[in-house]
């Protein structure tokens, strides 16, 4: 892979409806390219976006950032795109959009989860783990990420 390769946009999936409180992002990384941009706004062109740089310092397929605080009201896009060291960037990934749902409050609320309003979403990973002093004997785990 290269620099050049469009990033894959996990989560927010398109169109996903979302609370507040519950934010995150997930994308598929660029193999040995360990910084992206992260941008995210309210308006489709980015012209009042809040743009990151993410530094991934782990050896996984998938990077993940929890925004602080809570998100308003309202549809959101964004996008990543990887980073060279020397800092001049690659090609944008898709745009994505999601919809902020206002369910952050002081009073106790009974909260509903469904599919179509997930509190967060869980992707699993399989992990082959074997023993080298015993061959025959495998195991598989499963870890969330």
Known sequence: MNIEQELKLYSPVEGMSVSNFAVHFLWHKVESWPN??????????????????????????????????NFSEGKWFWRVRAIEEKGSGGKWSKISSF?????????????RISPEHPLFVLFLSLIHISEPTRPLYISYAVFCL
């Open 36 to 69: 992206y941009e992260l941008q995210y706004s309210q308006e489709r062109d980015f012209s009042k976006a809040t743009s990151l740089q993410i530094v991934d310092t782990m050896d996984i397929e998938d990077l993940a950032y929890l925004p602080q605080g």
């Open 99 to 111: 919809i902020v749902r206002d369910e952050a409050s002081e009073k106790t609320r009974e909260l």
